[in-house]
Nanobody
């Protein structure tokens, strides 16, 4: 069973930046589309963006567009979520998920993904 691992979460001030990483120890995600999701307090988990297996295509939710960037380094089998100009409402648990189907695109919806990480906490102070 593939288990993804998120890292890089922590406490950051409003307006600051943070970079999250997603890997799959013992496995490779270089052929997988990867999505990022978050669960903020009081809300259901939401998709915030995704990147295709090639890295050519990315999609972002309106709530993070222009502030967050997803990238990947397939030589390291790692996907990144660069978070800039963070806001207190970005506080939550962030998850990555992978789609090993080989589809050339990606979706920002949970049904598109088979493997998930346990999440990493991001807290933005005002």
């Amino acid at each position: 069973q593939v288990q993804l691992v998120e890292s890089g979460g922590g406490l950051v001030q409003s307006g600051g930046s943070l970079t999250l990483s997603c890997t799959a120890p013992g496995f490779s995600v270089i052929y997988d589309a990867v999505g990022w999701f978050r669960r903020v307090p009081g809300k259901e988990r939401e998709g915030i963006g995704c990147i295709s297996s090639s890295g050519d295509t990315t999609y972002y939710a309106d709530s993070v567009k222009g502030r967050f960037t997803i990238s990947r380094d397939n030589t390291q089998s790692t996907v990144y979520l660069q978070m800039n100009n963070v806001k207190p409402e970005d506080t939550g648990v962030y998850y990555c998920a992978s789609d090993p189907s080989g589809q050339p695109m990606c979706v920002v919806q949970e049904f598109g993904y088979d493997y998930w990480g346990q999440g990493t906490q991001v807290t933005v102070s005002s």
